[in-house]
């Protein structure tokens, strides 16, 4: 089954011909600077050639209005490489998309109703959530004759209970304006427990987990029996670890401060906190390969930068062993989490006491595998996997599943 994958941002397009069965990706490409004179189309078209065929890139620039325009450029793409038409026809289109908050627990076949509820739900999500109605609406327009599939990436955590997913405020408030802990990048963590528990020669739904998806989000889950059951982020992605802009938790009394302190607006801290904090805001850079060479040369912004980092990813972890009282596996994914063995090896150091030792040059040796690798001293209580994420291929497979359903 072929289905073209689709992740709209406010100025981008990125999308992804997937062969469910095959796992074959045809073809991947970004639109980037939506909206802007010189938006770029960036294509990459596989060359057919047996399992080692290889993408090809090419680029083009040209000014894109609006979402409708960068689909009608992806097609024109299609047309001149001749996917869709040589692979097969087109099974359906998978959205990502990021709050559906407590209205979709499951991937969801789009109409003009589920279009309003994600509208409605805007309030929640005011950076994410009209960038994927406006996908959904020209993807719709551009692709009529297929199904289109939502798949949220708070859907994962539906299954958190109460007691973690209510925040301690006044309920009254908290229901008017639905105010709770809902979750995101739960199709990594989705796909990485499957993946975890097929290393592990476990059901899935006989898995516990910390699985800690460090990217430049990132957010740690807490999985029993495959299912979430408590997760980093919250209302917004902006609660949990130290990320590349975002300070993840802080004080919230500290907001109220810096308005009333510092003359700062909500618009301008909220910018702040998402923009200019975490890693970028202790040492300037937000890609951890940056952060690692400043500190090399012994900045101490940036060590100081890596020690605050792993410092709550350690936290977390313990937190989460607490919620969780067993766990067949820590699980490391996305950019940091599959490479960087300094920070793997940062947040696993001293924790033998509670059953947890990997082997340091195995470790070392593991950056950018596109397997999932054992770290984990052989008879550890509890393993410390690698495992590659792949969210593009879980919503191209719950999008089949969705249209296979009906
Ligand atoms: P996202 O999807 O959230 O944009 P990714 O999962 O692609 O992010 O992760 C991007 C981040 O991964 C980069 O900002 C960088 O910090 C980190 N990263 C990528 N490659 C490496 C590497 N080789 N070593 C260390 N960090 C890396």
């Not at 998309?97 to 109703?113: H, I, K, L, N, R």
């Not at 090399?296 to 977390?316: C, F, N, P, S």
Request: proline residues 4%; hydrophobic residues 45%.
């Amino acid at each position: 089954m072929i289905v073209l994958v689709v992740n709209a941002g406010s100025s981008s397009l990125k999308y992804q011909l997937v062969d469910t069965v095959s796992e074959v990706v045809w073809a991947t490409g970004l639109v980037e600077r939506i909206g802007e004179q010189e938006s770029t189309v960036t294509h990459r078209t596989r060359i057919r050639g047996g399992a080692h065929s290889t993408l090809v890139e090419s680029k083009s620039l040209a000014a894109i209005a609006d979402h409708s325009e960068a689909f009608h450029a992806v097609t024109a793409q299609f047309a001149g490489t001749g996917e869709v038409s040589e692979v097969g026809e087109l099974a359906g289109v998978g959205h990502r998309a990021v709050q559906g908050a407590d209205q979709f627990s499951e991937p969801t076949v789009v109409t003009a109703e589920v279009i309003d509820v994600i509208r409605e739900l805007i309030p929640l999500a005011p950076l994410h959530n009209p960038a994927t109605v406006a996908g959904l609406e020209s993807a719709m327009a551009e692709f009529p004759d297929v199904p289109h599939v939502a798949v949220f990436d708070t859907a994962f955590h539906s299954t958190i209970p109460a007691a973690a997913y209510t925040y301690a405020i006044d309920q009254s408030v908290a229901r008017e304006h639905k105010v709770r802990r809902y979750g995101f990048h739960g199709t990594s963590h989705k796909y990485v427990t499957a993946k975890a528990a097929e290393v592990l020669g476990k059901p899935v739904d006989a898995v516990d987990l910390v699985t800690l998806h460090l990217g430049n989000g990132a957010s740690a889950c807490a999985v029993r029996g495959g299912r979430s059951v408590e997760t980093s982020m919250g209302l917004t992605p902006l609660e949990g670890l130290v990320m590349g802009t975002r300070s993840g938790d802080i004080d919230p009394a500290l907001v109220f401060h810096l308005m009333s302190a510092a003359g700062m607006s909500p618009a301008e801290v909220d910018t702040m906190l998402n923009k200019r904090s975490g890693l970028i805001g202790l040492c300037g850079q937000n890609d951890l390969r940056e952060v690692h060479r400043l500190a090399a040369q012994g900045d101490a912004d940036a060590e100081l930068a890596l020690a605050v980092y792993v410092h709550r990813i350690r936290k977390y972890l313990g937190a989460y062993l607490a919620v969780l009282g067993r766990a067949d596996a820590i699980v490391f994914t996305a950019g940091v989490g599959e490479n960087d063995p300094e920070i793997r090896r940062r947040v696993i150091a001293g924790l033998e006491m509670i059953g947890v030792a990997i082997d340091t040059q195995r470790n070392a040796d593991v950056r950018g595998s596109s397997v999932p690798v054992d770290l984990s001293f052989r008879g550890a209580p509890i393993r410390v996997l690698v495992v590659p994420t792949n969210e593009e291929l879980e919503i191209a497979r719950q999008t089949a599943s969705a249209v296979a359903a009906g």
